[in-house]
């Protein structure tokens, strides 16, 4: 992205010193039957006319700098969603580690207590195995949470351009923005980068047709101005030239030169009356110009939808965080009841414990959950062209 704006950049500044002035000196030494001339020479010359190919020129670079920078900006955006998304997947990694350490302590907990009951006589032997599986898969969860830690690390800070560092640690923001209003977003979908940027290919084909169209049937030829004093004297020159818009003005002086002066002018036109070439510009151009309205049109419609799936994204990401608070808010309540009901006599410590993970499981359901609402609102945003780096 950097790179194709600095080329849009170079590109541009190319253009535009095509139609700067240009400043040339220099000198001559002419020699005829034994007489010597020496001359100098000076000449300046700067593109004037409007509709030259050096100032159309000019006009597409300026365009495609435009463009190149709206490229530059939605792709920072991108990259802002993806680092987000990077970032919270290793949070979350390290938050469910802690809940698969958790698990596998009461499943040891629990396969212990099995073996007792089972030494008792107390528990049969499918309650005994059914106990070890579930210790198995407790080891096979906490080894998985752990793959998808280093995994989702090493993605983060890949991206970073880093080595593997501390475990992210900034939860996403407790309270989030309400669902925004339809058709005020949509209102604001004119500067979304992608539909920016297809307007500005619109304009640019729009402006290369008048340009073919223009040019098709602009004379070409010179106007010329000159005074001197004869051939290998002192002289003043004008020139304008029509095909490339180029105003250039020369002049020699030739020390010691004599001569009387005089004026003269030329006017040279050449019309295009057949010219398949510029035809051929002009179709091209209508081409290019009826593709552009397509582009634009699908780019305003892919905008549309885009905007519409993620607003509808975010409603669902927030009424599942409020769904996995009510869950968590249950679970925090059974564990108080667990702990009286212990405290009672009434349950082993092993229930306790199992009601503590039921809490855990339902605090990492609800910080999963405000990750996914927090990302959803992010994706929105992008989705809106409001997304900064800042963010």
Not at 54 to 61: H, K, Q
Not at 178 to 201: C, F, K, W
Not at 276 to 300: H, I, N
Request: charged share 20%.
């Amino acid at each position: 992205m950097e790179a194709q704006y600095r080329s849009a950049e170079v590109a541009y500044a190319k253009a535009l010193a095509a139609v700067g002035f240009q400043v040339l000196g220099g000198g001559g030494y002419a020699y005829t039957e034994g007489t010597g001339q020496a001359t100098l020479q000076a000449s300046l010359s700067l593109g004037v006319l409007p509709y030259s190919p050096a100032s159309e020129a000019l006009r597409a670079a300026r365009k495609a700098l435009e463009r190149a920078e709206l490229s530059l900006r939605a792709g920072k955006m991108d990259l802002v969603l993806t680092l987000a998304q990077r970032y919270y997947a290793a949070y979350l990694a390290g938050k469910n580690l802690e809940v698969a350490q958790k698990a596998l302590e009461v499943a040891q907990s629990a396969y212990r207590a099995a073996q007792a009951r089972r030494a008792q006589g107390q528990l049969a032997p499918s309650g005994l195995l059914q106990a070890e599986a579930d210790l198995k898969a407790a080891e096979a969860a906490l080894a998985q949470a752990e793959a998808d830690r280093v995994a989702s690390l090493a993605a983060l800070y890949a991206l970073l351009g880093r080595p593997v560092g501390l475990d992210p640690a900034t939860p996403p923001p407790e309270t989030l923005p309400s669902v925004p209003d339809l058709e005020t977003a949509l209102r604001g979908l004119s500067s979304l980068p992608e539909v920016a940027r297809a307007q500005n290919t619109l304009e640019d084909a729009q402006a290369s047709l008048t340009y073919a169209e223009r040019s098709r049937f602009l004379p070409q030829g010179s106007l010329i101005l000159a005074y001197g004093q004869g051939t290998g004297a002192s002289s003043l020159g004008l020139n304008l030239n029509l095909a490339t818009g180029t105003l250039s003005v020369s002049g020699t002086y030739a020390p010691g030169a004599g001569g009387s002066g005089r004026f003269q002018a030329s006017l040279s036109l050449a019309l295009p009356l057949v010219d398949p070439g510029g035809e051929a510009q002009v179709a091209a151009a209508k081409a290019a110009l009826e593709g552009a309205l397509a582009a634009l049109d699908q780019a305003r419609f892919s905008a549309e939808a885009t905007l519409r799936g993620r607003l509808a994204a975010y409603r669902a990401a927030l009424d599942q965080l409020e769904a996995a608070q009510a869950a968590h808010r249950a679970a925090v309540q059974g564990e108080e009841e667990a702990r009286l009901r212990l405290q009672a006599g009434l349950i082993s410590p092993l229930e306790l414990a199992q009601a503590q993970l039921a809490r855990l499981r339902a605090a990492y359901a609800v910080e999963s959950a405000r990750v996914s609402a927090y990302l959803a609102w992010l994706a929105l945003q992008r989705a809106q062209g409001q997304l900064e780096v800042e963010q």
